[in-house]
């Protein structure tokens, strides 16, 4: 389902792609409250050397996606998501953390652009918490 939101025209970057899934998940929670559980892991961006090396101490990872919905369906744990512009690339790291987060039994995505992120999400919350996955 489309609701009309308010989003970033054009986005170009990462960071804007990721804010309008974020809008749109705000705007659409009367029809998927899970919705609400969202939430954006903060590892990347630049940070200077004491405050990289606080975070990694602190458990942050290279890698880990962008987007969690720790919401059980289809067989799944949760969701994660890994957004990149149309023309971003996923880095090994990535790609390692969407393959072992599938194996522990979460549905993990490479969503190129905002309208990747948002369909393969409406997907998810589509499936019965028996579904066989995919």
Not at 78 to 95: C, D, F, I, V
Not at 116 to 123: F, G, L, M, Q, R
């Amino acid at each position: 389902m489309k609701t009309k939101v308010t989003l970033l025209k054009n986005p170009q970057t990462e960071a804007q792609h990721q804010s309008n899934v974020v809008k749109w998940s705000m705007a659409v929670r009367d029809v998927y409250p899970e919705l609400a559980l969202l939430l954006h892991i903060p590892n990347g961006g630049s940070r200077d050397p004491v405050e990289g090396r606080h975070l990694k101490n602190a458990g942050v990872k290279s890698g880990v996606p962008d987007l969690f919905l720790p919401v059980a369906r289809g067989g799944f744990h949760g969701l994660w998501l890994e957004l990149k512009t149309p023309q971003g690339r996923e880095s090994g790291n990535q790609a390692w953390w969407r393959e072992r987060l599938t194996r522990e039994g979460y549905c993990a995505f490479l969503c190129r652009g905002w309208e990747s992120a948002v369909d393969t999400v409406e997907w998810y919350l589509g499936l019965r918490e028996n579904d066989g996955g995919i």
